[in-house]
């Protein structure tokens, strides 16, 4: 047990107090045999494949929301970066940047709650790193994670995959994430509807993954900071066509369409912390849909819009065929900025 | 090119500005065939073998100091973590998280840092993230990295592994980096005359392994946070052992020594980015030597103490031996925290 009520200074001097933090803190509740040999690299062994990599920092506002806190979506965000990839996720790194005066209840509470995310998501923390800024030089919490997973050799996804033709496929209602932190922050009285949708999305991918021929999924992707809508557009700039999405095919919860036209925001631009967007070869869509609704976390899957042969030469776009006939171009992400979101 | 002077939250959002500051500023300078893909996950090929993977947050203040920067000690120090374990380092991850209003022109220089640093360490940058918080939510610019290296079959170091007999050699001078950073601080006239140690170790320790037969090195250490004096404590803990130094052997700048007594300091616990603690069989330490002072970076290397039985009930300690013949225990750090020295 840990005598501070709350981060000093000397808890990041790498000394006696930074030990104790550890062991009292952490390795209590995120330790496991790798993680507590406490070396300065972790020593893992790894099946045969090819391995993806990647690395996420989170400064999300508030640290705790409706459907989760800064710790549970530091693991699910690099857990769906791998997944989306095809990847298994097996190793977590964590690294933690605290304010000095930190509440270490706070702190016990992400770190139970990084535990859990783990542990849903079969990832092991193999490495982790804390340090302290003096008070007001961080907002409470920073969380890097950097996660490893293993690809089996046929997996083969690429953004620039797409074709004329294929499917998109979104895994369920958009928009909930970032509806639910700027609800959270504005104040306003119906916070506790909308939740985060952030959760692990391995198992789902996994499911996509093995009910389909390998070349059958073009890509997967999370549409994280951003949205639907920059997701999408990078897929048509990396593969060169256009793509189409049915706005009455796209499935968003009343609540969140409510929050959208009180505080004048587009779900489409909203981020999402559990759910991804699937490019198919159109005959492999249905597959893709059944074995997302297998999943508790897929059971509003929808086919949203197909991929188009390019029509003019400005360059490749997003279009939306509206509920009422009209079309539009969704653009990338350029208005507003929605900062830490994630 | 980039227009804006300055980071704006915009930067942070995920849509178009920050593509154009991904791709006017970084990819410029980091970029490489595996980074540029801008997936969610890298994807990469390892030679077979077994894994060393860590992670680290950089803090540090100022930003820039005599002998290096933020961005090249980010390098350096996850560089270093995995070549401690013996593994040759391979990827590294990059975790930005920039202040709202930061000089574009110092995020510039920075990632050139960064790049002249991974190439001189031989690691290549296969994942990033950018994250924008609000002014006063933090201070500049903290760095995550994280990394990947292999390590051989026969490679099995350990802080547990010390045994009595085996020496202790430290591969040059000590308190450096530390010195040169509260100096920098200080404000005092003759900050330049002490430079950071700051390097990547990664060649020097493969030239120890290469030197030796596999369990004559116990453990390689890089006594960062916390100084010798703290990797000293965490070897003989962890080994159960007492070690014991000698005051006269220890390499110490005549400067830093200065700066030490002016700041009532002591280099034992004063930081280092450049170098490493070996603990080896007793008849292989010479041999650990030579190779230490055939490479640039530990001419200065020096066989500094031993490892010993414990002697009391109270837990395994470090003991100094003065140069006027006298001895006293070395704790681990608990004094006055020296923050964001990393």
Known sequence: MLREKRILLDHGSGGLATKKLIEGLFLRRIGNPVLSRMEDSAVVDLPPGRLAFTTDSFVIDPIFFPGGD?????????????????????FLSLGLILEEGLDMDLLEKVADSISRAAKEAGIVI??????????????KIFINTSGIGTLSSVTSLGVEKARPGDKVIVSGFIGDH???????????????????????????????????????????????????????????????????????????????????????LDPLYLANEGK???????????????????????????????????????????????????????????????????
Do not use: Y
């Open 70 to 90: 800064i710790g549970s979506l530091s693991v699910h965000g690099t857990v769906n970066d791998l997944a989306m990839q095809g990847a298994s996720p097996l």
């Open 126 to 139: 193999a490495a982790a790193d804390t340090k302290v800024v003096g008070k007001g030089q961080a907002d």
């Open 178 to 264: 970032g509806a639910c932190v700027l609800l959270a922050r504005s104040g306003l009285p119906f916070e506790a509807r909308i939740k985060s949708d952030s959760a692990p999305l391995n198992h789902l991918c996994k499911r996509i993954l093995a009910a389909t021929r390998p070349s059958d999924v073009r890509l997967m992707r999370d549409p994280t900071r951003g949205g639907l809508a920059t997701v999408l557009n990078e897929i048509a700039d990396a593969s060169k066509t256009d793509i189409e999405i049915l706005e009455e095919s796209i499935p968003v919860r009343p609540e969140v369409q409510g929050v959208c036209e009180l505080l004048g």
């Open 276 to 342: 991804c967007v699937v490019v198919a070869d159109q005959e492999a869509a249905p597959a893709v849909l059944e074995a997302m609704k297998q999943d508790g976390l897929g059971k509003d899957a929808a086919i949203i819009g197909e991929v188009k042969a390019p029509v003019d030469q400005q360059g490749p776009k997003v279009v939306l065929r509206t509920k009422i006939g009209g079309e539009r171009i969704v653009p990338m992400l350029t208005g507003e900025p929605l900062p830490r979101i994630c």
